[in-house]
């Protein structure tokens, strides 16, 4: 598989005399999957995301994105093209006075020509299905909506890699459908890289590969049919874990041979009716 | 709910003046605040009242909304009528009950004063009441373009109207909501002593300024995901246009512009 | 105290262009002693009907009686201050209202506000701190170089040392990771069994609701949609489902369980350890070391 970031012997420090929030961290990002991070408050699963588009610059090791260094200046803006980064809070982020004026900041900066940002933004909040709202004002949307505006200031770009930097972690269960379910489909249709950090173990579930982070260090990486086997490991790193692990894990306990923990209700359900 | 709140005073309309450019608006309001000082008999201020007149008729914008706008200024047309009333001597004795002098001089003057107070407020309230603030914004930002060169932040200036313009909304929810909650610890912000219920605002402001500063922040980091690094380079989708509209409006204002010169005395 | 709530309606923004109706004809009652659980999406009415319980809102018509305190509409109502000392409520994100130089300061601020001298207050910082699980060496810091948890943890210290019989809860663990989620939960369930508190706690969490709650009021459209035990409410998965909603995942679990294998299973366990031993006992053919 085609490598889109890679991340070799990175640490990270904000100062010299504070203690490092990221350790020699190495890992791939590979070209059309969905990797979730996840990771207690302060492992530095977001100080992670934002060394990914040069927002901040690693203190030792190199992140490579497509070719571009993110330490070098005049390679910055061709990372920010490629890169975009959803943050958690839906208003925070959002710049223009209306959805239509929001889509369009991204592709100002970059200075593209008018009639072309035009295309741009219809297509890309088509494809957060915004399209009706395009003359909306921030306040009158909802979280969720508003995510998705971000979304679409992403796509707009026309970029490789979405990150989601905890980005449905403010919104309510509907506003996390939609968005989830928007990413998922940009991952799928159009090849999308997405990079999902988040305290959501159902979303981790289904994600390609899982990293765990843990104290400023990756300390597992796989399938998420590996990663939540380890149910030890995951509590300490201050995890929880997800409803089937939890539920096989008791069962376990109880005396039922079940083989390993499940990750779905279906499969779970299915092991346990076999069993029977 | 403080959200619904209008910003500014833009009354949404289709009219002529809504749909002009805010460039062809600014230029002439801005011209009218010094033409009106051009006038100096009854026909001058006839012309302005006119022209005044015609642009509210041409507004569509409801009478009560232009009565909002002059009402906090009423009183100061008021005093100064009366102040020129009492004060300017001149021209045949009108009234007289004691000491108090009315003179003719003294009406006409303080007539002139108060209409050209009551002229510049209303040109000037239709400009922000057809034209939204956003559009506004960029109607400076426009028009001090080259004032760039001299190195005057102009980009800088428009973009903060903008993003204060956005961030209203949700600054008064976020009021709305910390005052609730401290109106559940027991605060009471409109009663009790003038003291106290100025005392009662630390617990509003001071959590209002911590998150003001910390959207601030975050705002900063996603315009610079966004690939945000001032205004060089940048393009833009909101763009104005000049149409025949704007020409006729400045050719009105440069024609009334002369009248009022040739017919002051 | 006893919540009496009739034929309640309020209307946001009355006389104007964007006049709508937040609540209508709302009836319900909240026995003292009860853990209510509000569920309902984002805009049904949960937040507003809230706010009526301590005065933060007032109804446009019918009352609400709290104890022997009546509001209504029309009238002025004086003690709302009285009012507010015994409903506390926690807001959503309830840290955005810390704002004093020291912790100890902000948790004293609201019973120095209904009335407490401030030795009382001092006290009461103290134990409302160890009560939040946070120790007492931060009582002279300020609360803005605390970690978001820790301060959501002093807020939540500053409303409980108003000593409310009512406690309302308006998602307050919104944004924290689950472990903090989980604790957060257990901190006001043991409150409420111990203080024997009236609780309402508005939710998202089907599980939360499932677990803590005596009785459930679910809102749609600023109406009462369902009320009742939780064992009632979800045992009627499709009406909840009708307006978006679903049953907590353990009902969801066994529900899925019951489809495969065609046998009943009581579906009104609401916890996973209650959810294991179920499912043990039936694998088990009703064995004792389940």
Same mark, same amino acid.
């Given at each position: 598989m085609k490598e889109l970031i890679s991340i070799n012997d990175v640490s990270f420090a904000y100062r010299e005399d504070e203690p490092a929030i990221l350790k020699d961290v190495n890992l791939t990002v590979y070209a059309g999957e969905w990797l979730a991070i996840v990771g207690h408050n302060g492992s530095g699963k977001s100080t992670l995301a934002k060394l990914l588009n040069g927002l901040l610059i690693p203190t030792a090791g190199r992140v490579i994105v497509e070719g571009y260094d993110t330490a070098r200046a005049d390679e910055l803006w061709e990372i920010r093209k490629r890169v975009g980064i959803v943050f958690q809070n839906p208003d925070n982020q959002?710049?223009?006075?209306?959805?239509?004026?929001?889509?369009?900041?991204?592709?100002?900066?970059?200075?593209?020509?008018?009639?072309?940002?035009?295309?741009?933004?219809?297509?890309?909040?088509?494809?957060?299905?915004?399209?009706?709202?395009?003359?909306?004002?921030?306040?009158?949307?909802?979280?969720? &909506?508003?995510?998705?505006?971000?979304?679409?200031? $992403?796509?707009? &770009?026309?970029?490789?890699?979405?990150?989601?930097?905890?980005?449905?972690?403010?919104?309510?269960?509907?506003?996390?459908?939609?968005?989830?379910?928007?990413?998922?489909?940009?991952?799928?249709?159009?090849? $999308?890289?997405?990079?999902?950090?988040?305290?959501?173990?159902?979303?981790?579930?289904?994600?390609?590969?899982? $990293?765990?982070?843990?104290?400023?260090?990756?300390?597992?990486?796989?399938?998420?049919?590996e990663v939540f086997q380890d149910g030890e490991m995951l509590i300490g790193a201050g995890l929880d874990l997800p409803f089937s692990v939890k539920l096989s894990l008791s069962l376990q306990k109880k005396g039922i041979p079940l083989p390993k923990a499940y990750l779905t209700q279906e499969e779970l359900v299915e092991a346990l009716w076999t069993l029977s | 709910m403080l959200e619904n709140v209008i910003i500014g005073q833009y009354v949404p309309g289709r009219s002529i003046l809504h749909r002009l450019d805010p460039r062809s608006k600014?230029?002439?309001?801005?011209?009218?605040?010094?033409?009106?000082?051009?006038?100096?008999?009854?026909?001058?201020?006839?012309?302005?009242?006119?022209?005044?007149?015609?642009?509210?008729?041409?507004?569509?914008?409801?009478?009560?909304?232009?009565?909002?706008?002059?009402?906090?200024?009423?009183?100061?047309?008021?005093?100064?009528?009366?102040?020129?009333?009492?004060?300017?001597?001149?021209?045949?004795?009108?009234?007289?009950?004691?000491?108090?002098?009315?003179?003719?001089?003294?009406?006409?003057?303080?007539?002139?004063?108060?209409?050209?107070?009551?002229?510049?407020?209303?040109?000037?309230?239709?400009?922000?009441?057809?034209?939204?603030?956003?559009?506004?914004?960029?109607?400076?930002?426009?028009?001090?373009?080259?004032?760039?060169?001299?190195?005057?932040?102009?980009?800088e200036f428009a973009l903060m109207m903008s993003i204060a313009l956005r961030f209203i909304p949700t600054l008064l929810k976020e009021t709305e909501k910390i005052m609730k909650a401290q109106m559940a610890r027991g605060v009471e912000f409109t009663s009790g002593p003038i003291k106290e219920r100025i005392k009662a605002f630390i617990p509003l402001l001071v959590p209002l300024f911590i998150s003001s500063f910390k959207r601030a922040e975050e705002l900063a980091l996603a315009m610079e995901a966004r690939g945000y690094r001032g205004g060089e380079g940048r393009t833009k989708l909101r763009i104005l246009k000049w149409g025949m509209g704007d020409s006729i409006l400045i050719a009105v204002l440069l024609i009334l512009t002369i009248s009022l010169f040739l017919l002051r005395s | 105290m006893d919540i009496v709530i009739k034929q309640l309606t309020h209307r946001y923004m009355i006389g104007t262009p964007f006049e709508r109706v937040a609540l209508e004809d709302i009836n319900l009652q909240i026995a003292s002693g009860t853990f209510l659980a509000v569920i309902g999406h984002t805009g049904s009415g949960k937040s507003t009907l809230i706010?009526?319980?301590? !005065? +933060?809102?007032?109804?446009?018509?019918? =009352?609400?009686?709290?104890? #022997?305190?009546?509001?209504? /509409?029309?009238?002025?109502?004086?003690?709302?201050?009285?009012?507010?000392?015994?409903?506390?409520?926690?807001?959503?994100?309830?840290?955005?209202? +810390?704002?004093?130089?020291?912790?100890?300061?902000?948790?004293?601020?609201?019973?120095?506000?209904?009335?407490?001298?401030?030795?009382?207050?001092?006290e009461k910082a103290k134990e409302m701190l160890e009560l939040v699980g946070l120790p007492l060496g931060i009582l002279s810091r300020s609360p803005f170089e605390l970690s978001g948890g820790q301060m959501r943890r002093v807020a939540i210290a500053g409303v409980l040392a108003m000593d409310p019989e009512v406690l309302i809860l308006d998602e307050p663990t919104a944004g924290l990771d689950p472990k903090g989620r989980v604790e957060i939960m257990e901190l006001?369930?043991?409150?409420?069994?111990?203080?024997?508190?009236?609780?309402?706690?508005?939710?998202?969490?089907?599980?939360? /609701?499932?677990?803590?709650?005596?009785?459930?009021?679910?809102?749609?459209?600023?109406?009462?949609?369902?009320?009742?035990?939780?064992?009632?409410?979800?045992?009627?998965?499709?009406?909840?489902?009708?307006?978006?909603? #679903?049953?907590?995942? =353990?009902?969801?679990?066994?529900?899925?369980?019951?489809?495969?294998?065609?046998?009943?299973? #009581?579906?009104?366990?609401? =916890?996973? #350890?209650?959810?294991?031993? /179920?499912?043990?006992?039936? +694998?088990?053919?009703? !064995?004792?070391?389940?």
């Open positions: 959002f710049v223009g006075t209306s959805v239509r004026d929001d889509v369009a900041f991204g592709l100002e900066n970059f200075g593209v020509v008018r009639e072309e940002m035009i295309t741009r933004i219809d297509e890309a909040v088509r494809k957060v299905k915004m399209e009706k709202f395009l003359d909306a004002e921030p306040h009158h949307l909802s979280g969720g &909506q508003k995510q998705r505006v971000a979304i679409a200031g $992403i796509l707009a &770009q026309k970029p490789s890699i979405i990150i989601l930097d905890e980005a449905t972690s403010m919104l309510d269960p509907m506003g996390r459908k939609e968005v989830i379910e928007t990413v998922k489909a940009l991952n799928e249709q159009q090849g $999308i890289t997405v990079i999902s950090i988040t305290h959501d173990l159902e979303e981790a579930i289904r994600a390609d590969r899982v $990293i765990v982070m843990k104290q400023g260090k990756a300390i597992m990486q796989g399938g998420p049919e | 600014l230029i002439s309001v801005f011209l009218f605040v010094f033409i009106v000082f051009l006038a100096n008999n009854w026909v001058t201020y006839g012309l302005l009242g006119l022209f005044t007149a015609v642009a509210i008729v041409v507004s569509q914008v409801p009478l009560r909304f232009l009565y909002k706008g002059l009402r906090p200024i009423l009183i100061i047309v008021l005093f100064t009528f009366a102040l020129h009333i009492f004060m300017t001597k001149g021209g045949a004795l009108l009234f007289q009950f004691g000491w108090l002098k009315i003179y003719e001089q003294g009406v006409v003057q303080g007539s002139f004063i108060s209409f050209r107070l009551i002229f510049l407020v209303l040109v000037t309230s239709l400009l922000t009441l057809t034209t939204t603030p956003i559009d506004i914004t960029d109607g400076l930002e426009q028009l001090l373009g080259p004032l760039k060169r001299i190195k005057l932040p102009v980009h | 706010q009526h319980l301590n !005065g +933060l809102l007032k109804p446009t018509s019918g =009352t609400i009686a709290i104890g #022997d305190q009546i509001i209504s /509409a029309g009238k002025n109502n004086k003690q709302l201050k009285s009012l507010r000392k015994r409903v506390g409520i926690v807001f959503q994100y309830p840290e955005h209202q +810390l704002f004093d130089e020291t912790v100890e300061k902000d948790i004293m601020f609201g019973p120095l506000n209904f009335g407490a001298s401030e030795a009382e207050a001092k006001f369930y043991q409150l409420h069994q111990k203080k024997n508190l009236t609780t309402v706690l508005v939710t998202h969490s089907m599980e939360d /609701a499932a677990t803590y709650a005596d009785k459930i009021v679910v809102m749609e459209k600023g109406k009462v949609y369902m009320e009742g035990s939780p064992k009632q409410i979800f045992s009627e998965r499709d009406k909840l489902q009708a307006v978006g909603l #679903d049953v907590p995942e =353990t009902v969801q679990f066994l529900l899925k369980w019951q489809n495969r294998t065609g046998e009943a299973i #009581d579906l009104s366990s609401f =916890t996973l #350890d209650e959810v294991a031993t /179920a499912l043990c006992k039936q +694998l088990k053919k009703g !064995g004792s070391s389940c």
